[in-house]
């Protein structure tokens, strides 16, 4: 086989799910709080993916005004049964405080999850139907006797108790989304705690539970158990972890778990799962928590390996594996002369996209209205697409004239409202047009830092930025110059990780890049966007 270089989806594509469907593989994984929801791929081969849809794209099917950075969308489950695709997800209301241990204070949530199918993978997928709230990270099981069954991990807010409650299962009525019959806790997970993620396979008479456990950080693992009964009791993988890097801190991809598998049409097993390509030196993921393929084995004993079994992640995949150094780069130049946002791209939270930005007004720009304050959890306007390597170039131009302090517009580099570096035209008390940037950190002694202001000229202005893994520089030029000029200062990109951050807030999604404009006047002024150019580099 042609090798194949993990991750194969590159940037925050956390928590897979994965399908065949004849000879067509489907990808589900999360997006938290961007819009659309949940991002679908498609494969034939295993190693080259394809977007193909964002289900969740009504605000019938989901709003997420006012939800915290980090919920929204968590882990959907995508399955075929009946003649249908079927998604279960979970839109989480409320987070609270994150703690590290597994039992704690009160801890309350609120997790929603929703059950929503279409007959197309890239075809109108129905409205929501809710299930239930008990936990999150729900799954459809389609047993072979045609019963469906709902599982989900059970959180438990209860202070002296172990949040992660174990995996329920409850039977499911595929026509209407009903719920049959009584809620059955059927796996307190193992030692190593955390237990999520859930997923149930069939075969040769045994019952396969996988989950995830052990956190999402670097102690996280694929667990196995396996029953002859449904309903348990389930016996743990005599091996332990079917699949880790928690043993070995040095991995390539750190961070493995929250698994599923599939089966080729020969019968080979695959597993996709979420993992982490820390900074060589930072120790951070700013590129989030990504998805990764390798091929298992179904041992003499019944039970499931890595091909090795060693449980260990791969990072290169096929004959020539080890002569592979690196994947193709993306270098994506967007013109905007189309009327729908190029499909990388994606906003924060609202249903109404019409509200913050339009590719019609101005044709040939994306035009952005100024909303809310850049972090706002209800309409801010940002459009942005993910960061998938470690060294990148973007660059955009803008047309924009403000007159008010209270309005700004740029390009910036975004991870949530707490961590953000933000290159952004606005005017000074005069009146006077200046530059600067503004950093938001993850630091309680310093929670903001802006450069001093630049003064620039009337007219369209070349924005410009260069990320060397934990290095960011900003650059800009006006229309009329031929050469860019250096915003002063150094920059850390590795405050847009995971690890990076202020204590008790949740850190799930990724770093991206793109542009934003706010208007904290209310007028809704303008910022018109040329192009957008995002460019890959090696190392």
């Given amino acids: 086989m042609t090798p194949i270089l993990n991750p194969i989806l590159r940037g925050f594509n956390p928590d897979p799910s994965i399908v065949r469907v004849g000879a067509d593989y489907y990808v589900a994984t999360s997006t938290f709080e961007w819009y659309p929801g949940v991002q679908i791929h498609h ?40 003649g249908r695709f079927h998604l279960i997800y979970t839109d989480v209301k409320r987070y609270g ?62 202070p002296g108790h172990r949040r992660f409650g174990g995996i329920v299962i409850q039977e499911m009525d595929l026509r209407s989304g009903r719920l049959i019959g009584e809620r059955r806790k059927i796996f307190d997970g193992s030692d190593l705690g955390f237990t999520e993620g859930p997923h149930l396979y069939k075969r040769d008479g045994w019952y396969h539970m996988l989950v995830a456990e052990g956190g999402t950080g670097r102690g996280h693992a694929v667990v196995m158990a396996r029953s002859r009964s449904l309903f348990g009791p389930y016996d743990l993988h005599p091996d332990g972890p079917v699949l880790t890097a928690r043993d070995s801190p040095t991995s390539a991809l750190t961070r493995a778990g ?77 013109d905007f002369d189309a009327d729908v946002l190029p499909p990388a791209f994606q906003w924060l939270r609202t249903p109404f996209p019409e509200q913050i930005f339009s590719l019609a007004q101005r044709p040939g720009h994306l035009r952005l209205f100024g909303r809310e304050s850049v972090g706002s959890q209800f309409t801010q306007s940002l459009v942005a697409r993910r960061q998938g390597e470690w060294r990148f170039t973007a660059e955009t131009v803008m047309d924009f004239k403000p007159h008010s302090f209270q309005q700004s517009a740029g390009l910036i580099h975004y991870y949530n409202s707490t961590k953000f570096h933000y290159l952004h035209v606005t005017t000074d008390d ?110």
């Fill in 258 to 334: 929250h698994g599923d598998v599939v089966e080729t049409p020969e019968g080979d097993p695959w597993m996709v799962y979420l993992c982490g390509r820390p900074l060589p030196m930072a120790d951070c993921c700013i590129l989030g928590r990504e998805t990764a393929i390798q091929p298992m084995r179904w041992c003499d004993d019944g039970w499931l390996r890595t091909l090795d079994g060693s449980g260990a992640p791969v990072e290169a995949i096929g004959d020539q594996a080890k002569d592979v150094k690196s994947c193709a780069l993306v270098d994506d130049r967007e």
């Fill in 43 to 82: 494969s034939r081969d295993l190693k080259n993916w394809r977007l193909v849809t964002r289900p969740l794209r009504r605000a019938s099917q989901l709003d997420m005004r006012g939800n915290p950075d980090s919920c929204g969308v968590w882990a959907p489950d995508i399955s075929h049964a009946g």
């Fill in 430 to 539: 005069h009146g006077s047009l200046i530059l600067q940037v503004l950093s938001v950190l993850p630091d309680e002694s310093r929670a903001s830092a802006c450069t001093a202001p630049i003064a620039i000229g009337v007219g369209p202005i070349h924005l410009r930025l260069e990320v060397d893994h934990a290095a960011m520089h900003f650059f800009y030029r006006m229309a009329t110059d031929d050469a860019w000029t250096a915003v002063p200062g150094d920059f850390d990109a590795s405050i847009l990780s995971d690890e990076a951050t202020l204590p008790y807030l949740p850190n799930f999604t990724g770093a991206f890049v793109g542009v934003a404009s706010q208007d904290m006047a209310g007028q809704g002024i303008v910022a018109d966007f040329d192009y957008f150019h995002y460019a890959e580099r090696v190392g």
């Fill in 97 to 158: 405080r994150t703690t590290q241990r597994d039992r704690s204070e009160v801890s309350l949530r609120d997790f929603h999850n929703y059950w929503v199918w279409s007959d197309t993978i890239d075809g109108d997928w129905s409205d929501p139907v809710h299930l239930n709230s008990s936990g999150f990270d729900p799954a459809l099981f389609h047993d072979d006797d045609g019963r469906s069954w709902l599982l989900n991990m059970l959180w438990d807010h209860r």
